[in-house]
């Protein structure tokens, strides 16, 4: 069972260092390790394949049809989540705002949306730039972003300032040593082994779901309106295109963060894109921890 949850470790850890919802330094001298643009639009469909039903449940608790609010979808990415939130407020929040610091994906972004959005590059944690922002937004969305952050609580706090009194702050993120797969091998557990390492190398917290809430009670300008957790489960197929999208990338990082030699991230892949699609390999996904804050009417 050990070596079940650090297959299961190194995989999501892998996953959702691949995620772009991250905010990198800047896009020519970045520590995000991995590609953005189209390959990180191509990550990102297959997570919003495998979690994407809760993303948009969450924010359908929020965000009602034909509701005049301004939006902004922090760390967008692809756009893909912010595709989902135009389609459901409908043309009277139009446009939202896409805030990321990779110009790539918010090309990438552009092309989804077109005049629906505007599209902001941005680092969360420069409290300086966010400022121009401060009061702007009745709804704020963040999945998987606050884990790759070196210092998550001034991010929140930069999130809050952004929010208008009474406003909502949509926050999604994982639990990564929840996650399991019911078959493994020596070869998940060294994999696993090594994404540790580079994760803390980036100064982040893949286990950050699991003290979110606690986090939140640093902060009286918010209170938690709904909080609970989701599961998801991969098969064999989902898990290969997950992780056949990786793993080739992760071999610069392995090999000079982790020490890792290039036969052995080969043997990694090999390992991956075997999986029988016909077999009972289940990967079961981290857990995700949701919070849903509201944003305290500060003017009384």
Known sequence: MKHMKLAGVFILSLWYSLVDQTLASNDEKSNYLLSVGDIGARRLEV?????????????????QSKERIRIADIGAGDGSVSS??????????LPISLFDQSTKQLE????????????????????????????????????CLLM??????????????????????????????????????????????????????NGGDWDIGSSLETMIEDFKEVSITASWNSNSTANAKETKDLLG?????????????????????????????????????????????HLILKKNNTKF
Request: proline share 2%; net charge negative; hydrophobic share 40%.
């Open 47 to 63: 997570m919003d394949r495998l979690i994407g039903a809760h993303t948009r449940d969450a924010i359908k608790r929020v965000v």
């Open 84 to 93: 989902f939130i135009a389609s459901e407020c409908g043309d009277e929040c």
């Open 108 to 143: 990438t972004a552009k092309e989804k949306l077109g005049e629906k959005a505007l599209y902001i590059r941005l680092d969360i944690l420069n409290s300086e730039a966010v400022t121009e922002y401060t009061g702007q937004f009745d709804v704020i969305h963040v999945r």
């Open 148 to 201: 790759h952050l070196a210092n998550p609580q001034q991010a929140l706090q930069n999130l809050i300032n952004m929010l208008a009194d009474g406003g909502y702050l949509i926050l999604q993120e994982p639990i990564t040593s929840s996650a399991w797969a019911n078959q493994h091998s020596e070869i998940f557990e060294a994999m696993n082994q090594a994404l540790l390492v580079i994760g803390k190398f």
């Open 245 to 289: 999208l990786g793993i080739k990338e992760l071999e610069v990082p392995a090999t000079n963060i982790a020490n890792i030699d290039i036969e052995e991230v080969e043997k990694w892949y090999r390992t991956v894109m075997s999986l029988d699609q016909d077999s009972a390999f289940e990967y079961h996904l981290p857990t995700q921890s």
